[in-house]
């Protein structure tokens, strides 16, 4: 097959340290075996498997889940999920059972869409799990209503190729957004997050890890607007890079000006393993209004000395040094989780990354 | 149990050991004084095993086992532990955790069993009393935010949890109140004073050592030890100085 793959290009400036070509390349892996393993945390709940972008039906318990015809929107690679995908609205006041959703890739490409949609005060949580290989493109539309609350954890497992994510959220008044990432497989990451605070009093937390080893390269491209009062938003996100792994985070908040009263809160912080590895942050505010905090930090650095040789000195291994310490500076990114089986999995899945790594 | 001989370190290009030897036996306490910056704890460090020091000639047998073949974390496996002029805080890692990994690490080295965390937070608990630590400090991350003379009182606390052979003590004294002295002097003495162990304490004062007794007395000058006695030498340095004698 031959088409032309049209993917956005690395001078547009929010794709400055992207890899399209990796996506390219993921897409040109054959198809083959499903991987096997147990991908579902010990949880109650829905369930729902998609096999190259495929529901599994024999696999799935979707319970409150829908199956819909769903717009992947005006993104460059949202737009492709245009199609079949799956759907959860939560009626006003409901609290929706967990949702699981895990996607199995084989090879090849596959698109998915989703929407989430919680009416006035409904709540719901949902825990999304890449694994397998080829090119994962995915698009998360989320509206939350008034008062509204939805934690999202995603966990990117993919041993190869590539998984793309786009989310665009919309917060209501005194709603609650919770999002997780982490990038802890051996495929290519894009993440592209837009959320915009448009009720008052809401809150949007979006954050997470991005593990990066030997070439492998991921990013995070990350917008919070600030369209309402009083609102608070935090964006903590940790980027670890081993080898010659590039991680990357360009992360907004934006400030319209009648968004009195915002607390914006960012901390993007880099670690290098190696001095062969690139971690680049973008830090970026933009602030049109007046009363506002917004507290920012972004730092790159190398695992303290000092700390290794008082571990070694202990009796501690330099590479299990290395982890302890790496795993304390990747921890400030999960603890917003509140389910503590899903915080667990993710320093699991960490510390799997960590053995694997150092 | 430590025999150093003619021991010349450097680091980034510069000597700062230049012919040390001293042996130490078991059941031994030796002091060593001296100026600073006259190398003391560059010999704790070179000991230890921290990157960075390069041991130009010269041998550390411990146990009669080349020392300076083995990692750090051997080291600490073989019985060695260093303690710390200055503890280093670890964000992130409570001293529970720390310490568990710690010694289970050391007891893997060994290929002995790990201890399960009820039977290291007793163990854990009970040094931490014992010391005169509230135990509450020992879910805090690692020596984040303790005091001067708190960081000391838990390298003390680590020691009595790891239970070494042999001790290098730098300054341990230093930042201590007066109670804090005798608790700390209590513990080394309570830890390390028996037949099969030995301590180096460095320190700069007299004070420390009428809780814990040293057997030998060293003065440490410019990367050698210049002079050797028992405890009446360190009195003889604290009314004295080091003007003369170090010469
Ligand atoms: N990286 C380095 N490069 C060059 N010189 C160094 C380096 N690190 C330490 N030194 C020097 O080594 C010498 C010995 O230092 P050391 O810390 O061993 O002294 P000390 O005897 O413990 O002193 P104090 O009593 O003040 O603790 C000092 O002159 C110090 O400046
Ligand atoms: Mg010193």
């Known amino acids: ?358 | 149990m430590l025999k150093i001989e003619n021991l010349h370190a450097e680091i980034d290009g510069k000597e700062i050991l230049k012919g040390l030897s001293l042996e130490v036996n078991a059941g031994e306490v030796h002091a060593i004084m001296g100026p600073n910056g006259a190398g003391k704890s560059t010999l704790g460090y070179v000991l230890g095993g921290r990157p960075g020091y390069e041991v130009t000639s010269g041998s550390v047998t411990f146990d009669g086992v080349d020392l300076l073949e083995l990692e750090a974390h051997e080291r600490a496996a073989a019985g060695v532990f260093l303690g710390f002029q200055y503890p280093v805080e670890i964000p992130g890692v409570s001293n529970v955790q720390f310490l568990r990994e710690a010694l289970n690490a050391q007891r893997a080295t060994r290929d002995e069993k790990a201890l399960s965390g009820g039977e290291f937070l007793k163990l854990a608990r009970g040094q931490a009393d014992l010391l005169g630590m509230d135990y509450d400090m020992l879910k805090r991350p690692v020596n984040v935010g303790f005091s001067g003379g708190e960081k000391k009182r838990n390298e003390m606390v680590q020691m009595g949890i790891v239970n070494p052979k042999f001790a290098i003590l730098d300054e341990t004294d230093s930042g201590l109140d007066i109670d804090a002295l005798r608790v700390v002097g209590d513990g080394i003495n309570r830890i390390m004073r028996a037949p099969d162990k030995a301590v180096l304490l460095i320190t700069h004062y007299q004070r420390l050592l009428d809780y814990v007794e040293p057997d030998f007395v060293h003065v440490l000058a410019d990367g050698r030890i210049v002079r050797s006695g028992g405890k009446e030498l360190a009195q003889q340095l604290e009314s004295e100085g080091y003007v003369g004698i170090a010469a």
């Open chain 1, 1 to 358: 097959m031959a088409a032309v793959m049209e993917l956005p290009s690395t001078r547009e400036e929010s794709w400055r340290w992207g890899d399209p070509a990796a996506i390219a390349a993921a897409a040109g892996l054959p198809r083959g075996e499903a991987p096997a393993g147990a991908w579902f945390l010990e949880l109650e709940g829905a369930r729902a498997v998609f096999v190259d972008g495929v529901l599994d039906e024999g696999r799935s318990d979707l319970r409150h889940v829908a199956i819909a015809p769903l717009e992947g929107g005006t993104h460059v690679l949202g737009a492709r999920t245009t199609g079949h995908g799956w759907s959860l609205r939560v009626e006003a006041h409901a609290s929706a059972e967990l949702i699981q959703i895990v996607h199995i890739a084989t090879g090849g490409e596959n698109h998915v869409p989703a929407e989430i949609v919680l009416a006035d005060g409904a709540q719901a949580s949902v825990v999304e799990t890449y694994v397998g290989t080829g090119w994962s493109n995915r698009s998360t539309r989320m509206t939350l209503g008034a008062g509204a609350k939805l934690a999202r954890a995603v966990r990117l497992l993919q041993t190869a190729g590539f998984v793309s994510v786009r989310d665009e959220a919309d917060v209501g008044a005194e709603a609650s957004l919770i999002v997780t990432m982490l990038g802890a497989g051996d495929a290519g990451t894009r993440i592209d997050g837009a959320i915009t605070v448009s009720g008052d009093d809401a809150f949007a937390e979006y954050g997470g890890a991005l593990l990066a080893r030997r070439d492998q390269r991921q990013e995070c491209a990350l917008s919070v607007r600030h369209a309402a009062l009083n609102g608070q938003s935090k964006q903590i996100w940790r980027a670890v890079a081993a080898d010659t792994s590039t991680a990357s985070l360009a992360a907004r908040v934006e400030v319209a000006r009648d968004a009195q009263k915002t607390d914006g809160v960012q901390s993007l912080r880099g670690l290098l393993l190696k001095r062969t590895a690139t971690v680049n942050l973008k830090p970026e505010l933009e602030i049109f209004a007046d009363d506002v905090k917004c507290a920012h930090g972004a730092t790159v650095g190398e695992l303290d000395q000092r700390a290794l040789f008082y571990m070694q000195s202990r009796g501690i291994p330099h590479a299990k040094a290395q982890a302890l310490l790496t795993r304390a500076f990747v921890g400030d990114a999960f603890a917003q989780i509140a389910d503590e089986t899903v915080r667990d999995a993710f320093v699991a899945d960490a510390d799997a990354w960590l053995e694997a790594a150092l």
